[in-house]
T-cell receptor, first 112, second 111 residues
Framework: GENVEQHPSTLSVQEGDSAVIKCTYS??????FPWYKQELGKRPQLIID?????GEKKDQRIAVTLNKTAKHFSLHITETQPEDSAVYFC???????????FGKGTKLSVIP | DVKVTQSSRYLVKRTGEKVFLECVQDMDHENMFWYRQDPGLGLRLIYF???????EKGDIPEGYSVSREKKERFSLILESASTNQTSMYLC??????????FGPGTRLTVL
């Protein structure tokens, strides 16, 4: 099955700086890669996703890049704000299935 | 707006009890999922269902079973709760477009 590894496990940045979280996946048939944000005590919520037919996708301060050859994808947050502090999870769908395999999460702290 | 609800936010049970966790979605989604979330381990899939009365084992199904009698409802059952099942349980649903929407979670403590 799919295996997704996520790095780093914790990340601290100064407000206004950029943050980058990286994930690798094992199943070359994976074609859907979502990113979820989970604030303390709340449910994970989708913030951006990318499919294997594109290399990059942007939504305001958030972007995701995908390198299918190297089997890795990354989340980029620019101009970070304190409200970006949360745990972020990446995932891959393995063999194009409906099932998602999640990374272990990155705790992002934005220091004012 | 997608709505996924779970029957309880917090639950305390004793070892050996039978526990039911219920999840309801209102978007007519085909797929439903149960995960457990533990610190440092991320989200791990217990079971999922892609249709009424259909179920598939995820990565950690031992000690759990599920039931899906209606499309909107997916239940997770702990036949005999044990202390190592103390965790946060998250339900999710999706249509055929892959995006999963999560419920608020149930924090289960087994004493």
């Amino acid at each position: 099955g799919e295996n997704v590894e996520q790095h780093p496990s914790t990340l601290s940045v100064q407000e206004g700086d950029s943050a980058v979280i990286k994930c690798t996946y094992s199943d070359s048939a994976s074609n859907y890669f979502p990113w979820y944000k989970q604030e303390l005590g709340k449910r994970p919520q989708l913030i951006i996703d990318i499919r294997s037919n594109v290399g990059e996708k942007k939504d305001q301060r958030i972007a995701v890049t995908l390198n299918k050859t190297a089997k890795h994808f990354s989340l980029h947050i620019t101009e970070t704000q304190p409200e970006d502090s949360a745990v972020y999870f990446c995932a891959g769908n393995g063999a194009g299935s409906y099932q998602l395999t999640f990374g272990k999460g990155t705790k992002l702290s934005v220091i004012p | 707006d997608v709505k996924v609800t779970q029957s309880s936010r917090y639950l305390v049970k004793r070892t050996g009890e039978k526990v039911f966790l219920e999840c309801v979605q209102d978007m007519d989604h085909e797929n439903m999922f149960w995960y457990r979330q533990d610190p440092g381990l991320g989200l791990r899939l217990i079971y999922f269902s892609y249709d009424v009365k259909m179920k598939e084992k995820g990565d950690i199904p031992e000690g759990y079973s599920v039931s899906r009698e209606k499309k909107e409802r997916f239940s997770l059952i702990l036949e005999s709760a044990s202390t190592n099942q103390t965790s946060m349980y998250l339900c999710a649903s999706s249509s055929l477009t892959d995006t999963q929407y999560f419920g608020p979670g149930t924090r289960l403590t087994v004493l």
